[in-house]
């Protein structure tokens, strides 16, 4: 055996390695919390790589918590909402900023990117004042403003990078044909634009759905809270007790939902890819 073949095999199993050990470090501690979801309180504290028995109280406990089926509910309800503006508000700018020519076009992008690089402490007090003047405090629409704010610039910034990637001819014939701007936009480039559509779509969504710091300083009661406040506000029976069952059970029903959407984006995104492609 060469030593070309020997480097070869050494390579090959060093990257499988590799991505053996990103797999792991993805997966295991989701898996694990699927595991102890599933153990009974008497057996939360052994260390136990398998579920040896199926025991859905943790999941009961926390299902028939009015609580946090409400942050459910408001999560959905707060997630979605930001989808859809982020993406209306998001195509519209990239159709300026990607197929409108303009003085500064370039420094509005700029500025677009920077807003995104703030962290959310730093605007934390600021937004929080815009948000009681609006009289927006404890309310959906409060965390709507602020995660919206805060993933649109991202979706701009996605949006304008592939509105710029389509060709002139489209645009051209569409205007040969009578179509107005927004014809063009949503008859035109929406079918094309799908991929980037669902790509920054299901970012803007987990985002929002994962968002803690603002939806646990804009919100004050249990109504209104949103699922990752629900979450850590779990508690068990006295001040000494820590219930991993229920957390770990509550954060496996949010996951879920998100483990769902990927896939399902993956292969919108594929077909997208293909059925966009300009045809002869």
Do not use: C, H
Not at 213 to 240: H, N
Request: glycine content about 6%.
């Amino acid at each position: 055996m060469t030593l070309r073949r020997l480097k070869s095999i050494a390579l090959t199993i060093g990257f499988w390695m590799l991505v053996a050990v990103l797999v792991l470090y993805a997966i295991f501690p989701f898996y694990y919390a699927i595991v102890t979801s599933l153990k009974p309180s008497s057996q939360l504290f052994e260390v136990s790589y398998w579920v040896d028995s199926l025991d859905f109280s943790n999941y009961v406990t926390v299902l028939s918590q009015p609580t946090f089926l409400a942050a459910i509910r408001n999560s959905v309800v707060v997630a979605i909402s930001v989808v859809i503006i982020a993406l209306l508000l998001g195509l519209t700018a990239a159709w300026a900023l990607g197929r409108v020519r303009f003085r500064g076009r370039t420094t509005v992008m700029m500025i677009v990117l920077g807003v995104s690089m703030f962290p959310q402490v730093a605007v934390l007090s600021g937004l929080f004042e815009v948000i009681r003047t609006l009289d927006l405090y404890n309310s959906p629409g409060g965390l709507i403003l602020s995660y919206t704010i805060f993933t649109l610039p991202f979706t701009v910034w996605i949006l304008t990078t592939f509105m710029r990637q389509l060709p002139d001819e489209l645009e051209e014939a569409a205007i040969v044909d009578g179509a107005s701007p927004w014809v063009t936009l949503t008859k035109v480039f929406m079918p094309l634009l799908w991929p980037a559509m669902a790509t920054t779509g299901l970012l803007a969504f987990i985002a929002a759905w994962n968002e803690f710091l603002f939806a646990l300083t804009f919100t004050l009661t249990d109504s209104q809270r949103t699922v990752p406040v629900a979450i850590a506000l779990i508690s068990g029976g006295s001040q000494y007790e820590l219930p991993w069952g229920p957390i770990m059970a509550a954060s496996v029903i949010v996951t879920v939902p998100l483990v769902v959407l990927v896939v399902i984006f993956q292969r919108r995104i594929v077909s997208g890819l293909t059925a966009g492609a300009v045809k002869g």
